[in-house]
């Protein structure tokens, strides 16, 4: 579940052109979440969280383009309630984008993610290979 938002190219140590993938920041976590979609409903297991969306362990078999309505009680004043898009799924792990979301608790829920940013000495954004 990459998530890539671009692809920028460098030079590495030794000189060489590289390509690195910048996507937004995963916090590993552990919430317990309830989702729906279609006629279906389950208990789920996010893993980790970003400004875009979550990672979800799921009961269920989905696949890329499912929408889910999925909520979950982040803090004592913040319980998570949108609807998401599967844009990546391995195994019983579904990678999440939000799609819809009450502007309210989007704000709450940024506040939330950049503040454990800072708390973890961490940009919003993230390189890897």
């Known amino acids: 579940m990459n998530g ?14 590289m390509t690195e993938n910048v996507r937004l920041t995963r916090i590993p976590i ?3 979440a309830r989702y729906t979609f279609e006629e279906i409903s389950g208990e789920g297991l996010i893993t980790d969280i970003s400004q875009g969306g979550i990672a979800l362990r799921v009961q269920h078999a989905l696949k890329i383009g499912d929408e889910l309505h999925i909520t979950s009680q982040i803090t004592k004043d913040l319980t998570l309630d949108f609807t ?6 391995a195994n019983n792990m579904a990678g999440i984008m939000i ?11 940024l506040e ?18």
């Open 4 to 17: 890539i938002l671009y692809k920028r190219e460098a030079l590495n140590t030794e000189g060489r052109l």
């Open 112 to 129: 939330h993610v950049n503040g454990v940013l800072r708390i973890m000495n961490k940009s919003n954004r993230e390189y890897y290979k």
């Open 99 to 109: 799609t819809e979301i009450d502007s309210s608790i989007r704000e709450r829920f």
């Open 84 to 89: 998401g898009e599967v844009r990546n799924i």
């Open 30 to 32: 552990e919430y317990k």
